[in-house]
């Protein structure tokens, strides 16, 4: 399987364990938060769309805290207009617009991901840098 399309799996997997992850659909278990401990780079960096930056441990704790606090009907996360933007060697950069509907407001983010080949993953790659800015509104006709 290609790079690109690995990529593409592991952002659509990744995102949908959120949402199943964020509702309680799966158990808050060592097993099951292994999904998203085992694709992150020990230098893993998120830079969050307010500017925030987070490294990797930061994160695993804000996801791991965060098991069960959504309600399944009021949340969701989907993920579209993916593109790879370079694949070289070893690592590729793909981006991808992310929407989320939290207790009925809508936001959109568009992310660039940087990911390095790892084999031992689910998909074959792990995430190394993670860029979020908030989608512009569309503007008013």
């Known amino acids: 399987m290609s790079v690109r399309r690995r990529c593409r799996n592991e952002i659509e997997q990744l995102h949908q364990f959120f949402t199943d992850w964020f509702t309680g659909v799966v158990r ?5 938060f292994a999904r998203v401990a085992g694709v992150l780079a020990d230098d893993f960096v998120l830079v969050s769309p307010d500017g925030r930056v987070y490294d990797r ?28 933007r370079c694949a070289d060697g070893a ?13 009925g407001d809508d936001t959109c983010r568009i ?28 503007e008013a006709e």
Do not use: K
């Not at 998909?123 to 993670?130: A, D, I, S, T, Y």
């Open 57 to 84: 441990a930061s994160i695993l704790s804000v996801i791991r805290r965060g098991h069960g606090r959504r309600a399944p009907d009021a949340f969701l996360i989907s993920v579209d207009s993916f593109d790879v």
């Open 28 to 32: 808050d278990s060592d097993a099951n």
């Open 91 to 103: 690592l590729c950069v793909a981006t991808y617009r992310e929407r989320q509907r939290i207790e």
């Open 111 to 138: 992310s660039t991901a940087v990911f390095r080949e790892r084999p031992l993953t689910p998909n074959g790659v792990q995430w190394v840098h993670l860029h979020e800015t908030w989608e512009a509104p569309a």
